[in-house]
């Protein structure tokens, strides 16, 4: 016997596809009517903050990417307590990394905000967005134990079945909601992120990085060439 749709059956089976929808509808808007015109730029945060974006994203994406990619691979791996336990532990590390980050970007975009400067206001709630959607995986690590294994079997699989056309959202839906809340929140953040006009280097600042390192590295040689010269 067929179990009856319900509600949550029918948001998880075509509200993917309408996020997507929703991207695509809100870059073409920035292209073809906008001209694609860029956000004002953010203030620059801190090194420390910096770092801490770079590492947490790099974190959560190998984690996310090499789950998705590998599946079997991973369920191997985290066969084992002790190994759960460690995955566990760094992809929480990266979550609270990355989310003191993109706290601090957002201050800086709601600072803006406030003193009048235009352009501010859609990048903070796509940044306010992005720090929900990071304080809902801070919650559900420390909360449900084993959710990395929660992720390999429930929500790697459904994405695999979305991206075949055959969405099977019943291990979903059975989920707790604490999940169910995760996943409607990355949704909507796929569907909001154009209107806010951020580039990936908002939330992976590689090149300001980078670009710190390099003057570092200049200004200490150019202090030790100036202790020679005086000397």
Known sequence: ??????????????????????????????????????????????????????????????????????????????????????IETIGLIGALLFGAGVAARLWTRVRAYREGVAGHGAPAIVLGLLLLLTLSGIYLTVSHRWITVWYAYISVPYTRSLFLIEPEPESLVASPWAIQQHTLLFMVLVSAWPAGGLSLEEIFPVRALARRLALSNGGGDAQARGEEARS
Do not use: C, K, N
């Not at 029918?10 to 073409?28: D, E, N, S």
């Not at 953010?42 to 910096?50: I, K, Q, V």
């Not at 994406?61 to 985290?78: D, E, I, K, W």
């Open 1 to 86: 016997m067929t179990p009856e749709p319900t509600l949550a059956t029918a948001l998880f089976t075509y509200g993917p596809y309408f996020a997507v929808f929703g991207f695509l509808a809100a870059r073409m808007y920035r292209w073809g009517i906008l001209r694609d015109r860029p956000v004002p730029a953010a203030r620059a945060l801190s090194a420390p903050f910096e770092g801490a974006l770079a590492v947490g994203f790099l974190t959560l994406a190998v984690g996310q990417v090499s789950t998705a990619v590998a599946p079997h691979a991973m369920r191997a791996l985290l066969s084992d307590p002790d190994r759960v336990a460690v």
